[in-house]
C-alpha cells in the first residue's frame, strides 16, 4: 500500500463580510473621528497650564466695576448701565457651562457684539495677553461650585442619526426627504428647554408631506400629519416619532 508523504490540503475556508455591516463600521469610525477633531477644536489649547490665582486678581482689578467682586453682577446703583437679558452670573452654573472656553475668549478680545451679546461687553484683546485671559477664565470656571453640570466643550455638533446627549435651551429643525414609495419630505420642529443637570423637556412637532400615487388630490389630513410629544426624561434619550398623532409624557 503507498502513502504520499505530502500532507493534504484542505480547502481554505471562506469567510463572508456582510455589506452592510461593513458600512456600519465605516460609518461609526467616520463619526467617532469627526467628533473627536471637533472636541479638540473647541478645546482651548494652552503654552502652560492656566495660573486661577492670576486670574483672581486680574478680575478683581479690571472686572468688578461690571461684573462685581463674587461676579454675580455689581450693583444696578454702582454699575452706571441697565442689565441687559444676557449679562451673565458667573456663579449659576446654568448660565455659564453651556458655553465652551473658546466662546468665553472670543467674548474676551473682540467684545460681547462677537458672539450676538451686548455691546457694554467691551473689547479686551489689546489690553490683556492670551495666558492673562486664559487666567481670567480659568478663574471664573470656578465660580460654578457644582461639578457636575457638563461643560460646554461637550456640546458637540448633532449627528445625522442620532439625538444629541447634552442638554440644552434650543429650537432644532429636522427634515429628510423620502428615497423610497411615495414621494414626500418631513420636517421635525424640536423645541428643547433644559432644566436641572442633565434634563430637558424637549417638545416635537413632526410635520409629514406624502404625494400619494403621484396625486395632490388627497385630502388635507392625508398631506399634512402634525404630531405633538412632550418627553420628560434625560436628553439623548428620546426616540423619534413615527408620524403618527402622539400626546404623551414619559
Not at 458637540?156 to 434650543?170: G, N
Not at 428643547?192 to 410635520?207: A, Y
Request: glycine share 6%.
Amino acid at each position: 500500500m503507498l502513502r504520499s508523504s505530502h500532507p493534504v490540503l484542505e480547502k481554505p475556508t471562506q469567510v463572508k463580510f456582510p455589506v452592510h455591516a461593513a458600512l456600519r463600521i465605516i460609518t461609526f469610525c467616520a463619526l467617532f473621528l469627526a467628533n473627536t477633531f471637533v472636541l479638540f477644536a473647541q478645546t482651548l489649547k494652552y503654552t502652560k497650564p492656566p495660573n486661577v490665582g492670576n486670574g483672581a486678581r486680574i478680575f478683581k482689578t479690571t472686572c468688578v466695576a461690571c461684573h462685581g467682586s463674587d461676579g454675580r453682577g455689581a450693583p444696578q446703583t454702582t454699575a452706571g448701565f441697565v442689565r441687559p437679558d444676557t449679562f451673565p452670573d458667573f456663579t449659576r452654573c446654568d448660565q455659564t457651562t453651556p458655553e465652551p472656553d473658546t466662546a468665553w475668549k472670543d467674548v474676551i478680545i473682540h467684545g460681547g457684539p462677537s458672539r450676538g451679546f451686548s455691546k457694554i461687553m467691551p473689547v479686551w484683546g489689546k489690553l490683556l495677553t492670551s495666558e492673562q485671559i486664559d487666567d481670567v477664565i480659568a478663574y471664573l470656571r470656578t465660580l460654578c461650585t457644582n461639578m457636575h453640570w457638563p461643560r460646554g466643550e461637550l456640546n458637540l455638533p448633532r449627528a445625522l442619526v442620532t439625538e444629541k446627549a447634552f442638554p440644552e435651551d434650543e429650537v432644532v429643525i429636522s427634515s429628510a426627504v423620502n428615497a423610497r414609495g411615495a414621494p414626500g419630505v418631513s420636517v421635525d420642529i424640536i423645541h428643547e428647554q433644559r432644566f436641572g443637570v442633565k434634563n430637558q423637556i424637549e417638545i416635537d412637532v413632526p410635520l409629514d408631506f406624502q404625494n400619494q400615487n403621484h396625486t395632490c388630490g388627497a385630502e388635507a389630513r392625508d398631506l399634512l400629519q402634525p404630531a405633538f410629544r412632550i418627553d420628560l426624561e434625560p436628553a439623548g434619550r428620546s426616540a423619534r416619532t413615527d408620524g403618527q398623532p402622539v400626546a404623551r409624557v414619559r
